[in-house]
């Protein structure tokens, strides 16, 4: 069954924790859509690449996509700044829709205010963040808390 991804991100990502997954997703069938904080923006990858988004944070409804990815880099920080992104993903979070966070990807979540109660893992200079916002912390290379979300730590 095809299933339609958004992956929220900006400049600074990580852009392998973006590409690769979007390029798995695509491979099995999925639809997947690169949402940023404007339409049709240029994403400036934190290794110097450029990505295109689709589409931007005020088009579109978190109640048309089935699950969401937050790729790390920098981007997760960024992303806090509008709180169009966070509603956004607090939607799927209340929906009990499935949540892919990478390595500084969790960071971006604090901002829901949906953690308390979860376990994740990070990059370690997320952790006390997370800890903050009432997550259980672990150090391990994967988490799939089944509340439903899923996070990828890159060390």
């Known amino acids: 069954m095809s299933r339609h991804i958004a992956v929220l991100v900006t400049d600074m990502v990580e852009e ?3 590409t690769d997954p979007v390029k798995a997703y695509k491979e099995a069938g999925h639809t997947v859509d690169i949402i940023s904080n404007e339409a049709k ?6 290794n110097g690449d450029e990505i295109q988004a689709d589409r931007g944070i005020d088009e579109v409804n978190a109640n ?4 969401l990815l ?5 981007s997760p920080d960024l992303l806090r700044i509008n709180p169009k992104n966070s509603e956004f ?3 799927f979070f209340q929906d009990n829709k499935p949540i892919f966070s990478i390595c500084h990807g969790p960071q971006f979540l604090v901002n829901t205010d949906q953690l308390k109660g979860r376990e994740l893992t990070s990059f370690v200079s997320v952790r006390k963040d997370l800890e903050n916002a009432g ?4 150090d391990e290379e994967v988490i799939v808390d089944g509340k439903p979300c899923k996070q990828s730590r890159n060390t």
């Open 16 to 18: 392998i924790e973006l």
């Open 89 to 91: 993903a607090k939607t």
């Open 70 to 74: 937050v790729p790390g880099g920098f």
């Open 41 to 46: 923006k240029t994403i400036n990858g934190k």
């Open 64 to 67: 048309d996509y089935d699950a």
């Open 135 to 138: 997550a259980t912390v672990k």
